[in-house]
């Protein structure tokens, strides 16, 4: 009964700290029922879900839990932490876990999710020789991600960022990182120009027909 009242004081000591900050967290008991979903959490899921009456965790956010949960014997340790990448309609977040320790055992898991994602979208330059994988991995260029921060997103390797920079930057005709983004961005104007364009010859075309 202590450890309950001690997790509530807890639970309403981070909700005050964090108000103003642009956290988004969970805090689920030692059975996995939630125990503090802070309406800005339920509205940034709503969100990323694309379900706007959404009230609980979605379904398949909790299995992922579960399996992370039950990879640990079915409850964390106090120095065990677990983290996964969801990639709903909406946009891409990262979702740590790590335990609660009151007294000496894991009387509550705290998760904390973070977006991330692309701010560019470079897809149109699949339609001159690029992969869908370097479409991507273009697209956190202009966040000026490391290639660290780049292969988690991804989940690739930290050489396997490099390889495909490489092979970008050769398809491109370009050196270096600057380079590579400038004439990315280039390309695809001029693809999107292109696209545009056709659109008009392609609709006079079905008129006729």
Sequence with gaps: MQSDHRLKWLVDSLSKLIETEEVYYVVLDDTLEVVDLPEKTLRFLQAYYAVPDLQLLPDELMQTIRSHIQAANGLLQPDQTFSFK?????GHFLCRGCPIVIGSK???????LIPFGPTEDFS???SIGLTAREAELLSFLPLGYPDKAIATAMDISHNGVKKHLNKIACKLNAKGRTE??????LKKREVMALALSV???LEAYQGVQ
């Design 86 to 90: 969801k990639y709903p309609k909406g």
């Design 106 to 112: 894991t009387t509550a898991i705290l998760l904390k």
């Design 124 to 126: 149109f330059l699949t």
């Design 180 to 185: 590579i983004l400038y004439k990315a961005l």
């Design 199 to 201: 659109q008009p010859d």
